[in-house]
């Protein structure tokens, strides 16, 4: 016997049962974005590795680490590690960002090469939505408080929290660099290996460090509050006084960074313990600077992106009763002499007349009880039967699967309006 072939580690399959959920997560995604006026786009999944080393940052861990390069008639692609820089990518080679505003979302497979763990994969999906062309705190703001609606339509923002910082232009920051290594330079003996490279890549990030003795040294390191210019106090102010106008709760963390090289000013995440270590739900901040860097016209970007996996994974653990529609709402069992093609003419009528239901007719043979029996397993409400005396007389038998109703037989004629009447 040939040896079976699996999956790559850290590359899931998602089965029947669990793509209700999905699919119910993505809707509701999807949803919201339209009611704030989104428009989607969808670009490839492989991308010339110049454009992360450009756009994420060649010192961040997703270049560093992360990526799955390959090289192909002597040029060097990735498998995208991330959904902003192809976005901006496409942005300006189509034009979809000059001289105009555009509010944009995506959806699909990232690929980051780590160790998998729950609710992080090395293929794994995000959602993600970017604003070009808008410089004021307002559309910081937006982005805030979509996310915020859609918790509450997913029935988890009672379990997440939201945190936010400032990080200034690049002017700030490096002023900003240069005194933290200063202060870190002090306390080597401390640091573990990770954090004396990033020492000398991207000393920032070590703020968001994992390692509580690490933490307790930086909570005397330089405030990045203190570095801030005039406009980015003011652009602060604005988005916070509007979150606070609007009722939104957060938490103003001076060591959240994010992970991206091309951040400024505004950076935020919405986080949750109801998952254990694996926290960030979502994340993003302002990038104004990277469209230029990619190549474009000077133009403004705010965005953010969101883990699908650990936000099933969160809606699983924090409202396991959500309502998910049913794979099935009608079975078609039929048997006997000329009931095929009644069945089949049958289905294909309601298909046309209520493409809201879903219909599904039995195909593998077997008497009335076997092809009940799938009926009943397909989760369907309601069996629709057609034998020889039904297709003669141009009649069916309506049978409630769970029971809640009594099973009559109607005529075809009336079999639309008997089904609108229950499934309404």
């Not at 949803?31 to 756009?55: K, Q, V």
């Not at 902003?84 to 699909?108: D, K």
């Not at 990770?194 to 390692?211: F, G, Q, S, V, W």
């Not at 077997?366 to 007389?393: C, H, T, Y």
Request: with cysteine.
């Amino acid at each position: 016997m040939a040896k079976t072939i699996q999956a790559i580690r850290g590359m899931n399959d998602c089965s029947p049962t669990e793509t209700p959920l999905w699919q119910w997560v993505e809707g509701q995604i999807k949803d919201t974005l339209a009611s704030y006026g989104y428009s989607e786009m969808r670009s490839p999944i492989i991308e010339s590795t110049a454009l992360f080393e450009r756009g994420v940052g060649e010192a961040t861990d997703i270049v560093e680490k992360e990526m799955f390069t390959f090289v192909r008639d002597e040029e060097s692609l990735t498998l995208r590690p991330e959904g902003t820089a192809g976005c901006v990518r496409a942005a300006i080679e189509h034009g979809w960002i000059y001289n105009q505003e555009q509010r944009l979302w995506y959806i699909g497979p990232m690929f980051r090469y780590e160790r998998p763990q729950k609710g992080r994969y090395r293929q794994f999906h995000q959602a993600g939505v970017e604003i070009f062309g808008i410089s004021n705190a307002e559309a910081d703001a937006e982005l805030i408080l979509l996310t915020a609606r859609l918790w509450k339509k997913l029935g988890i923002d009672q379990h997440v929290s939201l945190q936010l910082n400032s990080i200034g232009g690049l002017e700030v920051r490096t002023k900003y660099r240069e005194a933290l290594v200063a202060f870190l330079q002090n306390h080597l003996d401390i640091l573990d290996e990770d954090c004396k490279r990033r020492l000398h890549t991207n000393p920032m990030r070590i703020l968001d460090t994992k390692n509580q003795a690490i933490q307790e040294v930086l909570n005397n390191a330089p405030k990045l509050h203190d570095f801030l210019d005039e406009e980015s106090k003011s652009h602060f102010e604005t988005l916070c006084s509007i979150l606070d106008a609007m009722g939104i709760h957060y938490e103003v963390n001076q060591k959240l960074v994010r992970g991206l090289d091309y951040y400024n000013k505004t950076v935020f995440e919405w986080v949750t313990t109801a998952l254990g270590a694996q926290g960030t739900v979502c994340g993003g901040g302002r990038y104004d600077g990277l469209v230029a860097q990619l190549g474009g016209h000077s133009t403004e970007g705010v965005g953010f992106a969101m883990g699908l996996e650990r936000l099933v994974l969160l809606v699983q653990e924090v409202n396991p009763n959500v309502q998910l529609a049913r794979p099935v709402d009608v079975y078609v069992v039929y048997q006997g002499t000329g009931t095929t093609a009644a069945a089949f003419n049958l289905a294909e009528r309601l298909r046309s007349a209520l493409p809201q239901l879903r219909v599904m007719q039995h195909a593998s043979g077997g008497n009335f009880k076997k092809q009940f029996k799938r009926a009943d397993k397909s989760g369907a409400k309601i069996a629709l039967v057609l034998g020889e005396s039904e297709v003669e007389n141009n009649s069916v038998v309506v049978k409630d699967l769970f029971g809640e109703v009594d099973q009559i037989t109607i005529s075809q004629t009336d079999v639309i309006a008997e089904l609108t009447k229950r499934f309404a």
